[in-house]
């Protein structure tokens, strides 16, 4: 690994980046936003993500000359920390990271669809359910025949709002990947923990899919979606860790019991001490795994691919934990105002739960990395 990918720290341009993500979510997005969102119908709000593709969000891995920002993952997982400390009901995750990364990987059968996502005039995503990990091989349940797909896949993150559907598909001649109109799919919302990140079933059922990829290509596409979704799924973790810690820190500076600031006792400075600790960690890792994910796209990468692998399953297995600790103790040490539903803590405990399920359980991670130094997988 280069000297380049080493450094953790945050460039300038990075923090501009965020400054500008952080000053638009406060402005259109605020938590009082995002509760009035989950309690209709309307929870995606797509004139935010539309204003967030007018700053580059939509298209930060993509070429200048597709419409993008020509940036790397590293500025992607910025812009992944802050839509997780707003918890942002945007389609981020499935439009800007898996979609785009898998069409990426696609070469020049794409190029429309990229210029489309990349420039907020469309929204996309990867029909696989969003609790498949990287490395679980290629799925079927999708089949394709002369051209048309048939098949059922549940659970696909930011299918309600996509207008293209990325879709790996087997057939005669092996696996594939298709780009599908939404309008030639049905797909229906399902109860998701997550209030602000809706899940869906999509169906296909002889819609016409055109192939962008095919064979090991596809695989190599899909795998390489997985994995960078997993590396920046970590650093929206990272997000919600910090809005907890901070959310908490000021609270127990104007909280008052027996007459002093819940913040000036020992046991509640012990439990803040280490989750900013833990959260310190957890920025380190993330910070490598987004890293890592940036090599992926280099050419002759293949070295590069196992440590990107490497790097995503090690911040899964380290950072779901972590969020979700931060939401737990923030929920805790606000006390009863924090189990109230009026209170915009319980979506960041929804989503740091959520997430610790989504693109690979830490175990499964884990269960990933043992397998790389050769320990003996545990018994059933």
């Known amino acids: 690994m280069s000297e380049k990918r080493l450094d953790l720290l945050y460039s300038e341009v990075e923090e501009e980046l965020r400054a500008s993500v952080r000053s638009l979510l406060e402005d259109k997005s605020p938590p009082e936003s995002v509760l009035a969102r989950v309690e209709d119908d309307r929870i995606t709000d797509t004139a935010l993500w539309k204003e967030l593709a007018e700053i580059g969000v939509a298209g930060l891995p993509v070429s200048e000359e597709l419409g993008g920002a020509g940036a790397s993952l590293r500025e992607s997982a910025v812009v992944a920390e802050e839509l997780g400390?707003?918890?942002?009901?945007?389609?981020?995750?499935?439009?800007?990271?898996?979609?785009?990364?898998?069409?990426?990987?696609?070469g020049d059968a794409a190029?429309?669809?990229?210029?489309?996502?990349?420039?907020?005039?469309?929204?996309?995503?990867?029909?696989?359910?969003?609790?498949?990990?990287?490395?679980?091989?290629?799925?079927?349940?999708?089949?394709?025949?002369?051209?048309?797909?048939?098949?059922n896949v549940g659970g696909v993150v930011d299918a309600l709002t996509a207008d293209v559907l990325v879709v790996p598909a087997v057939g005669d001649s092996g696996p594939g990947l298709y780009v599908v109109p939404a309008s030639e799919a049905t797909v229906t919302p399902?109860?998701?923990?997550?209030?602000?990140?809706?899940?869906?079933?999509?169906?296909?059922?002889?819609?016409?899919?055109?192939?962008?990829?095919?064979?090991?290509?596809?695989?190599?596409?899909?795998?390489?979606?997985?994995?960078?979704?997993?590396?920046?799924?970590?650093?929206e973790q990272l997000g919600v860790a910090q809005w907890a810690l901070d959310a908490t820190v000021d609270y127990a500076k104007t909280r008052t019991q027996f007459g002093r600031p819940i913040g000036s006792f020992q046991a509640v400075k012990h439990r803040l001490a280490d989750l900013w600790i833990s959260v310190s960690q957890a920025r380190a890792v993330v910070r490598s795994a987004a890293s890592a994910a940036a090599t992926l796209r280099e050419p002759g990468a293949g070295a590069e691919a196992a440590e990107a692998e490497i790097n995503a399953s090690l911040a899964q297995?380290?950072?779901?934990?972590?969020?979700?600790?931060?939401?737990?103790?923030?929920?805790?040490?606000?006390?009863?105002?924090?189990?109230?539903?009026?209170?915009?803590?319980?979506?960041?405990?929804?989503?740091?739960?959520?997430?610790?399920?989504?693109?690979?359980?830490?175990?499964?991670?884990?269960?990933?990395?043992?397998?790389?130094?050769?320990?003996?997988?545990?018994?059933?």
């Open 190 to 235: 399902v109860v998701s923990l997550d209030l602000t990140r809706p899940l869906a079933d999509v169906s296909l059922e002889g819609a016409a899919g055109r192939r962008v990829a095919s064979g090991a290509d596809a695989e190599r596409a899909l795998r390489h979606a997985l994995v960078t979704g997993a590396a920046l799924l970590s650093a």
């Open 317 to 380: 297995a380290f950072v779901s934990s972590v969020a979700v600790k931060a939401a737990e103790e923030a929920l805790q040490l606000h006390g009863g105002i924090g189990f109230t539903w009026e209170h915009p803590l319980h979506l960041f405990l929804k989503r740091a739960k959520s997430d610790a399920l989504a693109l690979g359980t830490a175990d499964r991670h884990r269960l990933a990395l043992s397998g790389r130094v050769d320990l003996p997988a545990p018994s059933a």
């Open 111 to 151: 190029t429309q669809e990229l210029e489309a996502l990349a420039g907020g005039e469309s929204t996309g995503t990867l029909v696989v359910g969003f609790a498949r990990a990287p490395g679980s091989g290629f799925p079927e349940a999708v089949q394709e025949n002369g051209g048309k797909l048939r098949g």
């Open 85 to 106: 400390r707003g918890v942002a009901p945007v389609p981020f995750m499935g439009s800007a990271v898996l979609a785009t990364t898998a069409l990426l990987e696609s």
